[in-house]
């Protein structure tokens, strides 16, 4: 198939970690980089948001990476990109003009690409599938007048999933909220989840990772691994250490992993400098240990040195950093929340607590860190459970949704059948070398700047 994959604000060649830079970024570019392996030929058009950056880059294995003038040619918060999306679509479609490659469908991440794509089946017929990533009425209730995307998102999200050939939701909890809140056709629903790469990540001796990444071989280790943003949880999981130390009698360091810089800068990291605070405020100051940016080819040393990873957000699309952890045989203490209620399970390969709710994370916690049989078991039974969510598997359920949204795309009524029982389980194929990936320097794994608290 020729497909041409949109994210406008989520390049594969961005540096994660930051604040707007995250799990879609990943997705992009390790799906393109499947489907290229498989001679699939895939355009992946993203925003320039740099002036030095080429027109387009060929990232190998039949994949092209296009960076489209659309507003200024500096990093702009997605919340205000919205008006730079009638350039971004007309500069697709002379793209598209002057290119002798016939495409197939258009893959859309997130709503903006979402109402290029539909722009883009009005006036050219091309079909589009989408994955929103986040939808604009979850982030709304979750984050209230904190949440600075204009209301016209609710409208654009409501028409894309009316007109698109299939909507990909990640996760029951996404599939949900589809029907539910957008009144999307349940028919047209695919459940796709997130994956691993089991080229980057898998298990490593605990003492050598500590050791690549000084830090202590004498003392449990908990990581914590994202976005630096509210809405992350990074907040409960400081005050959890507190507890931890001060109502179980229990040390640990609490390694914080993310942020704009690779120093730990307050101010070009606003976040940072709130969790420092608090930090001191709980009195474990000395406990947290504030990283700052890494380059993804470090994360799998982190996730390693880790006795416990730690992914507590309000709210989630999905996660892919648990199922990074897992795939290094690192147990999960995760959020009962979204995608996460789908790839932790509760007692096996981790805990699950409710969201903003330190206590609960300090009990679960002094439990893992207490019970060297439980946590042993833990590391078995988590990474076992991340071999069932390969970027591999992923890609084979996407062409199978490719196929059919072509197939209903020719037909004159809806031919699709709903397949939400198609989610990852089994034995799949050995990972191979996922291209884009392999050549983007990128650092910890989802979205928007978020002033009081936020994602997508």
Known sequence: MNIAMISEHASPLAALGG??????????????????????????????????????????????????????????????????MAEFRRNVSAWLDGSPIDFDLVHAHFFMSGLVADELREARGLPYVITFHALGKVRRRHQGTADTFPDERFEIEERVARNAAAVIAECDQDFHDLQGLYGAPAERIRTVPCGFSTREFGPL?????????????????????????????????IRGLSRLVHDYRQRALLVVVGG???????????????????????????LVRFEGQRDRRHLRDYYCAADVFVSTPWYEPFGITPLEAM???????????????????????????????????????????????ILARMRE???????????????????????????????????????????????FRAAASPTIAATIPVTSSRDASEPEGGSR
């Open 205 to 237: 001796p605990q003492a050598q990772a500590r050791q690549r990444l000084s830090l202590p071989t004498d003392e449990p280790v908990i990581l914590q691994l994202g976005r630096m943003v509210r809405r992350k949880g990074v907040e409960e999981v």
């Open 327 to 373: 795939a290094c045989g690192v147990p999960v203490l995760g959020s009962a929340v979204g995608g996460l209620k789908s790839t932790v399970v509760d007692g096996e390969t981790g805990f699950l607590v409710p969201p903003r709710n330190p206590e609960a994370i300090a009990e679960r916690l002094a439990v893992m860190l207490r019970e060297p049989k």
């Open 19 to 84: 604040a707007d830079s995250g799990g879609q970024n990943v997705y992009v570019a390790q799906v393109a980089s499947e489907l290229g392996r498989r001679g699939n030929r895939v355009v992946v058009f993203t925003r320039r948001d740099d002036p030095g950056l080429p027109d387009e880059l060929d990232c190998g294995d039949n994949v092209r990476l296009v960076h489209v003038e659309a507003g200024p040619p500096r990093p702009v918060r997605k919340e205000e990109l919205l008006p730079f």
């Open 260 to 286: 704009e810089s690779p120093e730990p800068d307050p101010v070009r990291t606003p976040e940072l400098g709130r969790l420092m605070g608090i930090a001191r405020e709980e009195g474990v100051e000395e």
């Open 381 to 427: 039974r988590a990474l076992a459970r991340a071999g069932e969510y390969t970027w591999q598997r992923v890609t084979d359920l996407l062409e199978d949704v490719y196929e059919e949204a072509l197939g209903r795309s020719a037909l004159p009524v809806p031919a699709i059948v709903a397949s939400r029982d198609r989610v990852p389980g089994g034995t």
